[in-house]
C-alpha cells in the first residue's frame, strides 16, 4: 500500500465484525516508540463512516443473541479462554505495550498479568448476575431483571493501554453487552493484538470492534452515535466535559475516570524509610503517567526539610533508561505532545516553588521523551503545579502544621481521585480516611490497585466505578416485572 512503510514496521486494520478491514477513507497514521522515537506501527485513522460500521456490527452482534443470549456460562468461559491466552503470551503483550509506550518491562508485565486476571474475575462474575424479588404488597410476583446495557462505546487512555482496555471490556462482556473501542491514539497496538485471538477463544464476530484512530475524528463519532447505548471514558478532564455533553444529546449512559490530583499525605509519626519510598513510588510509578498519582506530597513540618532532603537524595538515583531494559525504573514520556506538556510544568513550576531535584529533559539521552523525576517543594497549595494534572513525574510538596490542615490542603482541590495517608496513630489515621473527598484512600502505601474492590473519583475526577461488581453494575439495566396472580377482574369499571 502506502510507500515509506519499512518492511519491519507492522501494518493494522480496523478489527469490525470479526474481520481486519481497512479504514473507509484508507488513511494511517504512525505508532511511535517514545525512547527512539522511530516509527513501528501503522494504524487506521478512522473516521465516522469506521464507527458507523463498528456500532452497526456491535448492534447486530447484540440483537441477534449471539452474545447477550448465550449462556452466562458460555461468556464466563469464553473470557477465561481470553485470559488464559493473554497470561500465555504475556511476554510478547508486555514487550510490546513497552515499545509503545515507553513504560518500563518490569511494569509492562505486571500489567499483562493484571489483564489476564480482569477477564478472569469478569469471566466468574458473568454466572453472578442476579435478579430480586420485590415485596410488593399485592397479590403479584414482583421482580427486578438485570439485563445488558446495549452497546458499549469503549474510550481509554494511554498511560495503561490493555489494562484499561480490559477494565472495560471484561466487564461489559460479562455483562452480555457488546463493544466499540478505541484505543488512545499513541498505544492501540496491544489492543489490536489480542483481536487475533477472538476468534480461537469462540468470541462471536462483532461482539468487540477496535477502532484506531484520534479523539475528535474516530472518539466524537462514538459518543454520537444513535447505535451505541453508553459510554465509558477514562481521560483528560477536558475531553471528559465535551464528552458528557455530547451525550445529553442522545441521553447515552456515562461513566467518567478523569485523574486528579491526588494528595499523599505523610504524618511525623509514619515509618520513615518506608514513607519516602511511598512519596516516591506514588508520584514516579509509570513516569508520574498515571490518574491516580500522588502528585501533592503533604508532609508535616515537624519532618518536613528532613524528608525533602531525603526524597531529593533518593530521587536522583532513580534509574532512567531504554523501556525494555529490566532495571530501569522510569522510561520516557508517551509521546511529544506530553513530553512538551509536562516541560512546560516544569518551567511553570520554577516560578512557583524550589527546585530540589530534576526540572527539565534528562540529558543523558539523545533521542527519546526522557523528563527528569521531578521534585518542586515549599509549593502553595494553589500554585497551578499543585492543582492541574501534569501527568508527568513531577512532585508537588508542601508542608502542613496540624492534622485539620492536611485535611483542609487534601481536600482543596477540584479533584477527589485517590488519597494515602501515612502514620502510626490509627485514631488520627480513621478520621483522615473517614473525612477525605476521594474515591480511593491509601493508608500507609500507594497505588496498589485489585480488581476485586472499586476504582472510581469523586468531584471532578468524574463518577461511576469500575472493578469489582461495581464495575458490573454499570453495564446492567434494570428492568422491573410485575406478574398478577390474582385472577379476579381489575374491578375499576
Ligand atoms: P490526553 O490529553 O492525555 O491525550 P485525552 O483525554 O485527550 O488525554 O485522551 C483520552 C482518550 O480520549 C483518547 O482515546 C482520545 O483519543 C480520546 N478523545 C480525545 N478527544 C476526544 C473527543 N473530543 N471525543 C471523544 N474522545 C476523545
Ligand atoms: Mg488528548
Redesign the pocket.
Known sequence: MATGIKANVKTYDLFIDGKWQPSAKGKTYEVIDPSTEEVIAHVPDATAEDVDRAAKAARQAFESGSWASMTAQGRGRILFRLAEKIRSEMPKLAELESRNGGKPIVEAEFDINDVATCFEYYGGLATKIQGHVNPVPDNALSLSLREPVGVAGQ?????YPLLMAAWKLAPALAAGCTCVL?????TPLTALEIANWFEEVDLPPGVVNIVT????S??????NHPEINKIA????????K??LR?AAENIKRVTLE?GGKSPNIFFADADFENAIDGALFGVFINQGEVCSAGSRILVEKKIYSKFVDAMVEKAKRIKLGPPLDRDTKMGPL??K??YD?VLQYQEIGKKEAKVGAGGGRAKAFGKGYYVEPTIFYDVDNSARIAREEI?GPVAAVIPFDSEADALRIANDSPYGLAAAVWSRDIFKTMRMVKALRAGIVWVNHMQPTYVEAPWGGYKQSGFGRELGPWGLEEYLETKQVHINLNEQPIGWY
Open positions: 474510550i481509554i487512555p494511554w498511560n478505541k484505543p488512545a491514539e499513541q484512530g484520534f479523539g475528535e474516530a472518539g466524537a463519532p462514538i459518543v471514558f477514562t481521560g483528560s478532564a477536558s475531553v471528559g465535551i464528552i455530547a478523569l508517551v509521546s505532545e506530553q506538556r501527568f
